[in-house]
């Protein structure tokens, strides 16, 4: 029997899991105070992790890329109180990048919204123009 999860999975939640709350509880920059880490990918030989975090209230692309900027300056900080709660003998190195998943879903779900209402008008254009 196979094994579930491998090693960078579980090492990746865990990261996922400590980076959140060290994000919501020490970290007290305003420019990312609102930031949730929705994913964390790390590399095959455990030296680096690509963290994706999304941004509530900042929806300008200049909030974002300073809130990012932040969170990349202070990826050594984050990294060292990661290594005081994750018991490992090297931590990956942090790298943070905007997840443009749920912007990009809006987006989406706002043209299937449109196409829906603008298939409903038509539709009901043609029952009227049959009678």
Known sequence: MGKE??????????VQRELAMLLQREVKDPRVSMATVSAVKVSKDLLNAQVFVTFMGQDTPQQIDQAILALNKMAGFLRSMLAQRIRMRQLPRLQFAYDESLTRGRQLSSLIDRAIASDEAR???SIYEEE
Not at 5 to 14: G, I, K, L, M
């Open 5 to 14: 999860f491998s090693r960078t999975d579980r090492v990746a939640q865990e």
């Open 123 to 125: 539709r009901d254009d």
